[in-house]
């Protein structure tokens, strides 16, 4: 949920005024060559085209891009893909490619999404985007790109592991629509957070982050007794995933931290039935760690600040973690045998080169480039 | 005439951005004196050093010198910039803490004639809040509250999903005001 827009105010106000205090004279002749004289451009000296040349270029160039067009057109019209696909959000929408990153088409145009997932049958695909500035909306695709459904405001949706259901939050309500039968109702049990919730994998159960940030809680679909999680070294939780035993969540924490020092982001287990934490990593991840189970549940996965881990489910916090590059985890390989990664250049943005999909064995011997541009990505389930 | 119209229908930073790509030292300076204040003001509050925050934007300057041609949207120039300038000074806090040096400057830098005491003091108080947070914290804050990014273009910036983003920003928001004792 937000918070009270005064304190919001007030902090921003002071943040401002406080940044102020870098607002001095500067030189900025001074500083543009210094920063000139780490590298000189090497100025070209290949005249501007003539009038006739510039025309030649305009006509190449409609020529091409008539090239491009049909085909794009063609791709687009291709009634099928044999295999799993991956689905991926591009600069300039999303796109389903093949599961070795050949052939993507555009299936969806957007430039700003925050989440992809398909369902659990592999037919759906739920795309979260933002059609304009901080106004979200979830839709859900098939491959041919059509429409099934559509919501505004949505902040956070997340798909049932059985049929067509999504779990889906905007900013005051937590709702789970059936697209199959229509039906949209809150849970008889209703979660509060709007931003991180899961399914249990048998669907009987939701687990979220309670409102005070520093609690999961875990309700019944049915409306039978919640379960609160938690650890009092805990102060904020983000990302809870169920193992596929759905005994045990792993979540992102940062712990309780008062001291000059700053506290950094560690990943905790819990056992779902005592509601205690039972294992974790030290919490020294300078970013939010994105944690995933292996399709067996016997290892976890997860990426913060550049680096990516591989471990065995207990004990995490041995430090004996495989390591490979990498910014973002995309995910399990179905078998296990292999994760999707997202990883950026040195620098990153939305100015930077866009980053890249690689699929990354977990024992770290075998990378395989997969896709240029790639932001989000998710793979496609096989039944 | 049909240059000056087509440089009016591109913009301003578009031209500038362009001369520049092309070498214009000139035009680099004018973009300079245009952005550093806005860069310099982020870089403050992720560092929360004056120096190192001098430090981070030259750095950005020079890799802005070396990478403007790669720059899609021209008219984005002020995000860009402001993108490198707290990437960099996050680079710079999370090596610093690395060596062990102190820190945040938490007061030494608030002397700052005129200010009004409980302005000072509150502002000594938000200091010592900010200390207590990470460099990747304090990124999102300033990019949120300094330079007015929204969720996604944060996430653009830092690598992270948007959603992500909202949550540790909200986060961020309940844990500063429990520090600041507020409300």
Redesign the interface.
Known sequence: ????L???T???A???????????P?D??A??????A??P????SIPWPTVTMRWAVLAGAAILAALAGALLAGALLRAEDTGPMLAVTRSDGVYLAKADGTEPRRLFVTD????LAWSADGTLLLV?N?PK??AWRASVLRTDGSVVWTMDGV??AEWSHVGHRVAWADASHYVITDLDTGATAPPVWSPNNT??SAWSPDDMRIVVIDTD?RSLVVGQLDGGATVRLTSPDI??L??PAWSPDGRAIAVAY?PA????????WGIAIFDVVTGRKIDGTEPTA???P?VQWSPDGTRLAWVE?GTGVVADRLPLGDGGGIRFRG??LAGWAPDGRSLLVRR?GP???????P?KLWRVDVDGSHEVLLLEDAW?TAAQPTP | MATIIGELERGPATTLVERAVSGDEVAFTRIVAAHQDAMARVAFIVTGDLDLADEATAAAWAIAWRRLGSLRDPEKLRSWLVSIAANEARGLARARRRHHVVELDVAADLAVDGMDPDAHAADVDLANALASLGPDDRTLLALRYVAGFDSFEIARATGRSASGTRARLARLLARLRTELDHG
């Not at chain 1, 700003?112 to 989440?115: F, I, L, V």
């Not at chain 1, 931290?257 to 950094?264: F, K, R």
């Not at chain 1, 620098?347 to 080169?353: I, K, L, N, S, V």
């Open positions: 949920m937000a918070e009270p005064d304190f919001e007030t902090l921003a002071r943040l401002q005024a406080r940044a102020a205090l870098a607002a001095r500067f900025a002749a500083i543009a060559i210094a920063a000139v780490t590298r451009v090497r100025r070209l700003a999404e925050s989440r979260l933002r500035a901080d902040e956070w931003w991180s940030g102060e904020s983000f990302g940062s931290c008062t001291s000059p020092h700053p506290c950094g300078q970013g939010l994105d600040a910014d973002l950026s620098d990153f943005g939305d100015f930077a080169p980053p989000q």
